[in-house]
């Protein structure tokens, strides 16, 4: 029975020493690599790539005893809310108390009396007519 591990050690240290020589001649009769052709360079591209504006915008709310209450974060076009996850009769480490809540993103936003204002700005940029010439 010890013979049987012998010969088991010993096929097994020959095959790891003749596998680095067998992948070494492998190596060796490889063809060598194709030679480079430099590519003509072609015309710039006709669009440009501009970086949005990255300027971000933060504003909390606080209630009394400087408990904030909301924060607005404003990142380029995009405006969402953040709010403490505060529910009544929950516990702190409770099953249905959680730290985490859900941003609040401002999808669409609708100004009717931004209309009205822009009307009456028009209405106030029109020239009003020059007065007619008094008659004798």
Request: proline content about 11%; charged content about 25%.
């Amino acid at each position: 029975m010890r013979t049987l591990k012998a010969w088991h050690l010993t096929a097994t240290c020959i095959a790891a020493f003749a596998t680095p020589l067998l992948a070494h001649a492998q190596q060796a009769d490889a063809p060598p690599p194709p030679q480079m052709q430099k590519l003509e360079e072609g015309d710039a591209p006709a669009i440009t790539i501009r970086k949005p504006d990255q300027e971000r915008k933060i504003t909390e709310k606080r209630a009394r005893g400087g408990k904030v209450t909301e924060v607005k974060v404003t990142n380029g076009k995009s405006t969402y809310y953040l709010k403490p996850n505060e529910q009544p009769g929950a516990m702190p480490g409770d099953g249905q108390s959680s730290a985490n809540r859900g941003a609040q993103w401002q999808v669409k936003e609708f100004d009717l009396s931004r209309k009205q204002e822009a009307a009456s700005e028009q209405a106030a940029s029109i020239p009003a007519p020059p007065p007619a010439p008094a008659k004798k």
